[in-house]
């Protein structure tokens, strides 16, 4: 399962269907999705395909998500928030804390490339710098996007994080009463690298199997409909 579907399943089940994406890029995810209402954030201007779509309904900004995020001038909240930006432990964990701030009572954030399965895809933004940039196009650099996950299973109590083992890991993050909880401190989780991550994935990432979304979606619907059991 890839993210598009993971996506495009929990925008079905919403109740408004809006929908903002960070980290467009050349905007096939973007383009694909079908939402009642879209917004799309990167830093570059958008690419012909976005230039086709684009309306009332299908919006995108070209700033970073931080200047994004600091206009704060939403008129909707978001049902389904994707955090697919700059591959970098904070900016992913800003960018999710931000999200936070414009998600709907039962809305879901996204967040992508959370499971690399080896340290050349896990470099941190310091050392992927350098890398040779005929290379770069041929790998999918993770960065230490899984560290933001560490870092809201230990100081976000008010949040339910898991992450679906597939599509170079999908975390699910969504407001409610979390089913573990981590106790890193932030040293920690700054000292971590990928070896850390490597010898409990399970432990590090709370991980699912893929099929793990319907029972999200049901137990979901369900906490909103009725409330805690």
């Known amino acids: 399962m890839d993210h598009k579907t993971i996506i495009q399943r929990l925008l079905d089940a919403s109740l408004n269907k809006n929908y903002l994406e960070i980290g467009i890029s050349t905007g096939e995810n973007f383009a694909g999705i079908n939402a009642k209402y879209k917004v799309g954030v990167d830093p570059i201007q958008p690419s012909e395909l976005i230039r086709q779509i684009l309306s009332d309904n299908c919006i995108y900004h070209a700033m970073s998500s931080d200047d994004f995020f600091a206009k704060g001038n939403f008129n909707v909240k978001f049902d389904v928030i994707l955090v697919d930006g700059y591959h970098e432990y904070r900016q992913a964990y800003r960018d999710v804390t931000n999200s936070l701030k414009f998600l709907a009572l039962n809305g879901v954030i996204v967040a992508h490339d959370c499971k690399p399965t080896d340290w050349a895809l896990a470099l941190p933004s310091r050392l992927h710098k350098h890398i040779d940039p005929l290379i770069k196009p041929f790998y999918a650099w993770t960065g230490d996007v899984w560290k933001a996950i560490v870092h809201l299973r230990s100081f976000h109590s008010d949040l339910c994080v898991f ?54 979606i049901t137990l979901q619907n369900r906490y909103f409909k009725n409330g805690p059991a």
């Not at 170079?168 to 401190?185: D, N, Q, V, W, Y």
């Not at 920690?188 to 010898?199: S, T």
């Open 163 to 216: 992450t679906l083992d597939c599509d170079h890991g999908c975390a699910i993050i969504s407001k409610g009463k979390p089913e573990s909880f981590l106790s890193f401190s932030q040293a920690e989780i700054e000292a971590m690298d990928f070896n850390d991550l490597y010898a409990d994935y399970d432990g590090l990432l709370n991980l699912k199997p893929a099929e793990y979304l319907n029972t999200f």
